[in-house]
């Protein structure tokens, strides 16, 4: 039973830049949420994906977007990347359905860096 | 709002001795769920245990127990006998009680607790 996978592992962009990132949910998960997690903090919430929709959403700017697909993989975009997007950008994934809905289980996450 | 504090940034310990992580949330809401989460130097953080609001039994697995008083509005984990391989930064974290039929909505989460464990 695969876990949440997350690709790339580790990322060096430039300031301007575009960035795209890239989740898998487990086996049996139907939603993605997304979290940024700076150095000493613990993760924000950015929003959360579910049946190709963005449910919920955080206190982060528009230059961060998402998208679900069909297979409910999801990306995670951040246009104009600034120093302060150097973080880990975990992905986490959960059920709609029943007893197993009650919890988000994370990728290994993707390390940004912004130089 | 919903708010999560662990007061303690850093806590070590030699092997073999117990530890208490505290958590302290703040919610209005009278149906939620907490959390705690460990993340080794991985970076993955790996779920340990959930609790919802009407259930206040405490909970044992192993070396690790936890404590739910909601009169307190804490939520305290101790590792007993612990380990160098519980080395890692624990999170706690809160969340809202779904809709029916709806998907888990978004975690709040403390600062962590860096754990230290020395042979």
């Known amino acids: 039973d695969a876990g949440v996978t997350q690709s790339p592992t580790h990322l060096i962009k430039t300031r301007g830049q575009q960035v795209t990132l890239r989740c898998s949910p487990k086996?049996?998960?139907?939603?993605v949420s997304w979290y940024q997690q700076a150095l000493g903090q613990g993760p924000q919430f950015i929003f959360q994906?579910?049946?190709?929709?963005?449910?919920q959403r955080g206190n982060f700017p528009d230059r961060f977007s998402g998208h679900q697909f069909p297979n409910y993989s999801s990306e995670l975009n951040v246009n104009a990347l600034l120093l302060g997007d150097s973080a880990l950008y975990l992905c986490?994934?959960?059920?709609?359905?029943?007893?197993?809905?009650?919890?988000?289980?994370f990728g290994p996450g993707t390390r940004l860096l912004v130089l | 709002a919903q708010k999560v504090t662990q007061a303690q940034t850093e806590i070590s310990v030699v092997e073999k001795e117990d530890v208490t992580l505290d958590c302290v949330y703040e919610?209005?809401?009278?149906?939620?769920?907490l959390f705690w989460y460990k993340q080794p130097p991985s970076g993955e953080l790996v779920f340990l245990i959930r609790r919802n609001s009407f259930d206040e039994q405490n909970e044992i697995s192993g070396r690790y127990s936890w404590n739910f008083q909601k009169s307190t509005s804490s939520f305290n984990f101790t590792i007993t006998a612990s380990q160098v391989v519980d080395s890692a930064v624990y999170f706690c974290?809160?969340?809202?009680?779904?809709?029916?039929?709806?998907?888990?909505?978004?975690?709040?989460f403390g600062r962590g607790t860096q754990l230290t464990v020395w042979p």
């Open positions: 086996s049996g998960h139907d939603t």
């Open positions: 919610t209005r809401d009278t149906t939620y769920y």
């Open positions: 986490a994934s959960s059920s709609s359905m029943g007893y197993r809905s009650e919890t988000q289980y």
């Open positions: 974290a809160l969340s809202e009680a779904k809709g029916r039929g709806s998907t888990l909505g978004r975690l709040y």
């Open positions: 994906y579910y049946e190709e929709e963005e449910r």
